[in-house]
């Protein structure tokens, strides 16, 4: 089938799709994937779509990584198909969150979470496995906690019992491996 040029949602629609019923290692693999189904794509165009996408490279091979957007009643509108993204959630004071994410899911995560536009969510700084999360007080902390509870394969918090099981943590972050 030759290739033909098609609307930039289209192909990320593709791309999607190509990534979620496939292992996909690197853009060059995923542009030849596109071609073989009728999709031209430039290896820049690709490149942007998998930023865009909240695409990330875990292990070698790209996933998609998206936390759920929802309405202004609470209702889903988008589904989580990488659930077991978060690893760790670690409050530091009463104004930050810092979220450890699989190798190479921190950026995608990030992506995710400002997609999200929760309102406990002031701004966000992202490397390859942390991210560091400003919200505007203890109580939004532990709003953002538990949605990102969600995601996480496992959640493990620190033991608090004068807490609800949902909001224990210590006023201390956790020690966060670095250079991963």
Not at 27 to 43: F, M, N
């Amino acid at each position: 089938m030759p290739a033909e040029l098609v609307s930039k949602q289209q192909r990320q629609e593709m791309i999607v799709e190509i990534v979620k019923s496939k292992e996909v290692h690197n853009q060059l693999e995923l542009i030849r994937l596109l071609e073989a189904r009728g999709i031209t794509a430039t290896q820049s165009s690709v490149s942007r779509d998998i930023h865009e996408l909240s695409i990330a490279k875990v292990d070698g091979r790209y996933v998609v990584a998206v936390l759920p957007i929802t309405s202004s009643d609470g209702d889903v509108i988008e589904e989580n198909p990488a659930h077991a993204f978060v690893t760790t959630l670690a409050p530091a004071g009463q104004n930050l969150l810092i979220v450890n994410t699989m190798p190479g899911g921190g950026k995608a995560v990030g992506r995710s979470i400002q997609n999200a536009r929760w309102p406990e969510v002031l701004g966000l700084i992202c490397g390859g496995d942390t991210l560091f999360i400003a919200v505007p007080d203890k109580r939004e902390q532990l709003r953002l906690m538990t949605r990102l509870q969600e995601f996480m394969e496992k959640p493990e918090l620190p033991e608090d019992p004068g807490l609800p099981a949902f909001a224990r943590f210590d006023s201390q972050p956790a020690p966060m491996p670095f250079g991963n």
